[in-house]
């Protein structure tokens, strides 16, 4: 179980890729959370040794590509996301699920609030509130993560 | 025991000898200075336009599986469509199509009596474009953007520039063009812009989107003879829309007394949330012939224009002629 590869980690952010591409209608894309950012942030958390910063800026490349939108903006807010949530990684161990839940989501906030001055910067319109629904979803997504590959808040015995 | 725990987390934040490569501070430093260097790239160059395509091309697979379910439930949707449905909405499109042949007889003996008018006044004669049938494939995915993806692109000699029209009216414009989709813009997007005719009293303007669903007509003064409910039309200066096409209805106009400028709100006609079929116009060839005046001036001062177009016949390939073109409608807009 808590043995990890590579390929799981490469497979699952395909999967998180084509969610993103999955065609999101109308009220959809308001709740549609960030795929990518949830999952490279589970594997960052739960695997470092697989994959780094580095990994989420490639993430992020590809959701900027994917999406359309100007190149390298989900990629700047994905590397410091990835930074923020891998100088705590170490400590998460004393954690417990509702401390890293919110840990989580104060991540997601954080990449969301980025995304949002830089779209900002870049001229577009105020979205409103309903722009930080993608972080509830988010977090049923990292839920959902738990459940499929296990939890991060046991002590490891490998 | 506590300096032992020190030690431990110590040596947790700096593990020499797990090799773990650089630390993430570095390497979040490095990879937000090429995101940056790629964002300044991207907005002041062209250069990523063809890494883009190329991205798009490659993903164009994993697309088509993304794509697939929406298209299993529509087509199962049609598989189960009733017949009852179906013979009542074949009686209603018959009888659409009655009425529209109709107008259509009327419409071919008013161009033809138009174009005759246009020659006999010296006047050209607007070239109607041709169209390719697009189908909308999905919706932007960025949703700061109004964007729609059609499936029709390079590989179906679709260009950027080309304007984009549904059955009730203008839908935008693409944007971007990948081999198999391209990006269609709308003019509800905050960076299109369209130039419009009011319908009623032929009055020209450029309307903006506003990034919620609306269009703007900014830069009008308060006392200017626009109505709610007035119907807006493309005008055709631009050379990119033909002219006459439906765009938006007036909804509100706000005057403001602190403001010079009246504040006009409109809705587009074109509904792209509720079908998928687009027609993308072929851009017209940049020729001076292209940029049709409105009859109503030609009219007013022909004899100039005839004149100045034996003049521009002389000097053939100058841009003169577009020139003078403008001059008169700003002379003819004057007294207004």
Same mark, same amino acid.
């Given at each position: 179980m808590r043995h990890t590869s590579l390929v799981s980690v490469y497979i699952?952010?395909?999967?998180?890729?084509?969610? #993103?591409?999955?065609?999101?209608?109308? #009220?959809?894309?308001?709740?549609?959370?960030?795929?990518?950012? *949830? *999952?490279?942030?589970?594997?960052?958390?739960?695997?470092?040794?697989?994959?780094?910063v580095g990994t989420a800026w490639f993430a992020g490349l590809m959701v900027d590509?994917?999406?359309?939108?100007l190149l390298g903006q989900h990629a700047l807010s994905f590397s410091i996301a990835a930074f923020i949530a891998l100088s705590y990684q170490r400590r998460l161990v004393l954690f417990n699920t509702w401390q890293l839940t919110?840990? *989580?989501?104060?991540?997601?906030?954080?990449?969301? *609030?980025?995304?949002?001055?830089?779209?900002?910067?870049?001229?577009?319109?105020?979205?409103?509130?309903?722009?930080f629904w993608p972080i509830i979803t988010g977090l049923l997504l990292w839920q959902f993560m738990i459940m499929m590959f296990g939890g991060l808040t046991r002590p490891k015995t490998n | 025991m506590l300096k032992g725990v020190h030690q431990k987390l110590e040596a947790q934040q700096t593990p020499a000898f797990f090799v773990r490569g650089p630390s993430p501070f570095s390497g979040m430093v490095f990879f937000c200075a090429l995101s940056v260097s790629i964002m300044a790239v991207d907005a002041r160059f062209n250069y990523l336009s063809q890494v883009r395509q190329a991205f798009i091309a490659a993903l164009h697979p994993l697309e088509v599986v993304a794509n697939a379910p929406s298209e299993w439930y529509r087509d199962v949707q049609k598989y189960f469509s009733a017949h009852n449905a179906l013979v009542q909405e074949n009686y209603a499109l018959k009888q659409q199509a009655f009425e529209h042949q109709i107008k259509l007889q009327r419409l071919s003996t008013i161009q033809a009596e138009n174009d005759h008018l246009r020659s006999l006044l010296n006047g050209n004669i607007p070239i109607q474009p041709k169209a390719v049938l697009g189908?909308?494939?999905?919706?932007? +995915?960025?949703?700061?953007?109004?964007?729609v993806v059609v499936n029709r692109g390079s590989q179906q000699n679709i260009k950027a520039g080309q304007a984009v029209v549904d059955s009730k009216g203008v839908i935008g414009q693409v944007t971007r063009v990948y081999p198999f989709t391209?990006?269609?813009?709308?003019?509800?997007?905050?960076?299109?812009?369209?130039?419009?005719?009011?319908? +009623? =009293?032929?009055? +020209?303007?450029?309307?903006?989107?506003?990034?919620n669903n609306t269009l703007d007509i900014p830069y009008l003064p308060t006392n200017v003879d626009i109505k709610v409910g007035d119907k807006l039309v493309t005008s055709g200066i631009d050379g990119v829309y033909p002219s006459g096409l439906a765009v938006a209805t007036v909804t509100k106009i706000q005057q403001n007394p602190e403001s010079p400028f009246a504040k006009i709100v409109s809705t587009p006609v074109a509904d792209v949330s509720n079908h998928l079929q687009l027609l993308l116009l072929e851009l017209p060839e940049a020729k001076e012939s292209n940029l049709v005046p409105p009859s109503a001036i030609e009219v007013v001062d022909h004899k100039k224009e005839g004149e100045t177009k034996k003049n521009s016949e002389l000097r053939k390939n100058s841009g003169t002629e577009k =020139?003078? =073109?403008h001059k008169n409608k700003a002379k003819t807009n004057a007294p207004h």
């Open positions: 699952s952010l395909l999967i998180a890729l084509l969610c #993103q591409l999955f065609p999101w209608v109308g #009220q959809g894309i308001i709740f549609r959370p960030d795929f990518m950012l *949830v *999952v490279i942030l589970y594997w960052l958390l739960r695997t470092p040794n697989l994959c780094n590509l994917a999406t359309g939108s919110a840990y *989580v989501a104060a991540i997601l906030t954080i990449e969301r *609030v980025l995304i949002l001055l830089l779209k900002l910067f870049e001229g577009n319109e105020n979205p409103g509130w309903h722009y | 189908e909308i494939s999905h919706m932007g +995915r960025d949703p700061f953007t109004h964007t391209s990006e269609v813009t709308l003019i509800t997007d905050k960076e299109l812009s369209i130039p419009i005719q009011i319908e +009623r =009293n032929q009055l +020209r303007a450029i309307a903006f989107g506003e990034g =020139n003078i =073109n």
